[in-house]
T-cell receptor
Framework: KAGVTQTPRYLIKTRGQQVTLSCSPI?????VSWYQQTPGQGLQFLFE???????NKGNFPGRFSGRQFSNSRSEMNVSTLELGDSALYLC????????????FGSGTRLTVV | AQSVTQLDSQVPVFEEAPVELRCNYS??????LFWYVQYPNQGLQLLLK??????LVESINGFEAEFNKSQTSFHLRKPSVHISDTAEYFC????????????FGRGTSLIVHP
């Protein structure tokens, strides 16, 4: 079956702009989590959605938001981009709520200039 | 809160040699433990996990890890590595109940030389 699909793969944005990233989980998976990966901070948890509801949220400013649709696809949005938002954004899905092991997408590489 | 320490940022090794990637964790409650592998320009792939039961867990490509509760460790081992094992390896820990969001280590870069 198809894996976790993230679009776009690469993105270049200017400071102050906003961006929307998309994630399609594995078919049948209802939980989607988002992570930010940077060389300096490693993998940091952004938020988790299950059945269209945000279940958990990491320690990121309100500029970072997300949502999940009824088909389990998820989007995350970053407004008023800063240079420090440059990172690899990873989406992970799992069949049920709880951590029993995630399947990650290949990520969206966001560069803010 | 839990934490994970991967003691080596980089591990160079020759092909067909054994390797051990170290992972120690800190948690006040029961834990689930994971190893993920990340190849260049890709996301993370689940390599193996410990949820309960046997403390020795194995992956399909020859890696194994042992949960040692007394030493709070979950080291990853392979008796003979291949060039294709060159990648970044991440250890992760989460609470077995309650707040289950995993905490990831900073990663260990395994570099296999011919």
């Amino acid at each position: 079956k198809a894996g976790v699909t993230q679009t776009p793969r690469y993105l270049i944005k200017t400071r102050g702009q906003q961006v929307t990233l998309s994630c399609s989980p594995i078919s049948g998976h209802r939980s989607v989590s988002w992570y930010q990966q940077t060389p300096g901070q490693g993998l940091q948890f952004l938020f988790e959605y299950f059945s269209e509801t945000q279940r958990n949220k990491g320690n990121f400013p309100g500029r970072f938001s997300g949502r999940q649709f009824s088909n389990s696809r998820s989007e995350m949005n970053v407004s008023t981009l800063e240079l420090g938002d440059s990172a690899l954004y990873l989406c992970a899905s799992s069949a049920r709520q709880g951590n029993y092991g995630y399947t990650f997408g290949s990520g969206t590489r966001l560069t803010v200039v | 809160a839990q934490s994970v320490t991967q003691l080596d940022s980089q591990v160079p090794v020759f092909e067909e040699a054994p390797v051990e990637l170290r992972c120690n964790y800190s948690s006040s409650v029961s834990v689930y433990l994971f190893w993920y592998v990340q190849y260049p320009n890709q996301g993370l792939q689940l390599l193996l996990k410990y949820l309960s039961g046997s403390t020795l867990v194995e992956s399909i490509n020859g890696f194994e890890a042992e949960f040692n509760k007394s030493q709070t460790s979950f080291h990853l081992r392979k008796p003979s590595v291949h060039i294709s094992d060159t990648a970044e390896y991440f250890c992760a820990v989460s609470n077995a109940g309650g707040s289950y969001i995993p905490t990831f280590g900073r990663g260990t870069s395994l570099i296999v030389h011919p």
